[in-house]
């Protein structure tokens, strides 16, 4: 027998939301949905900083690293650019003073100036078979004695500008050698100075990392029983030796990304090897 349904109960089934059902569902979307889009949103605020927390650390370490690795090789650290060696541009693109100008006190306490000075070699220091240069002196003779000769040395210079970290190279280019010493080491310019170039540049200063934001030093000396002493007021001394004790050097770099929401910082210790 054919059931026919009742017209009411076949209407009860077919109808949408009541008026009252709708203002229910469109009151918790209104409270729902912010919760939902703050959340969104913080998550995408902890991706971002994540993400630029570890590229900056990584890019960090890299730099920390280079400068690292050269210290150790370095023969000391020093307080100024001694006089044999020039510098076209000087710390401020300027060269009045030329290499004299240099200093590593840097123009504030979060713009250091790292100098040191390493033995000179002829090739780079991944060839395992370099040689130092030998300085052609009249105290002994260069074809029987060379390696009694005082070595040769070249200046490296860390500094900060316009957020950008450096690495400045000066070399000696006036004191006479020994007959077949060719220094590998080159003297470096800045990379935006391209036309009207001094005629010392031979290449242009190796860019570290961007967006640094504090670029500081701090020194230490190690005593006789091997307890870490800072050397005091280093940065207020007029003494030009007020460095020769350093023994290491503890660098900090500070970066922040390019809306400068975000900042990382970290440090590393540098004991150069050789005295």
Not at 65 to 88: C, H, K, M, Q
Request: charged residues 15%; negative net charge.
């Amino acid at each position: 027998m054919l059931h026919i349904q009742p017209i009411n109960q076949l209407h009860r089934k077919q109808r949408g939301l009541t008026i009252v059902e709708l203002l229910i569902v469109l009151v918790l979307m209104g409270i729902l949905l912010p919760i939902l889009f703050t959340f969104l949103v913080n998550t995408y605020k902890d991706v971002f900083y994540l993400d630029y927390k570890v590229q900056s650390t990584s890019q960090t370490k890299l730099a920390l690293s280079f400068v690292e690795d050269n210290v150790r090789i370095s023969s000391g650290f020093l307080s100024s650019v001694p006089s044999p060696y020039t510098d076209a541009y000087g710390p401020h693109d300027t060269g009045s003073s030329g290499g004299q100008a240099w200093s590593y006190k840097g123009d504030s306490a979060t713009s250091r100036v790292l100098i040191s000075e390493s033995y000179a070699t002829n090739s780079t220091a991944f060839n395992s078979a370099r040689r130092p240069i030998y300085v052609n002196t009249a105290e002994f003779n260069c074809t029987t004695q060379m390696y009694y000769q005082p070595q040769l040395s070249y200046i490296s210079i860390y500094y900060l500008k316009n957020s950008t970290l450096y690495r400045r190279v000066l070399t000696d280019t006036t004191t006479a050698l020994c007959a077949g010493n060719t220094q590998q080491q080159k003297q470096s310019c800045p990379p935006y100075i391209t036309s009207g170039r001094d005629a010392s540049c031979q290449a242009n200063d190796e860019v570290l990392m961007s967006n640094v934001t504090e670029f500081t030093v701090e020194y230490f000396e190690v005593t006789i029983d091997g307890t870490s002493t800072q050397i005091d007021a280093s940065y207020t001394s007029s003494d030009p030796t007020v460095l020769d004790a350093a023994d290491y050097a503890n660098v900090t770099i500070t970066s922040t990304n390019k809306n400068g929401a975000v900042t990382n910082s970290l440090t590393q210790r540098m004991t150069k090897v050789n005295s």
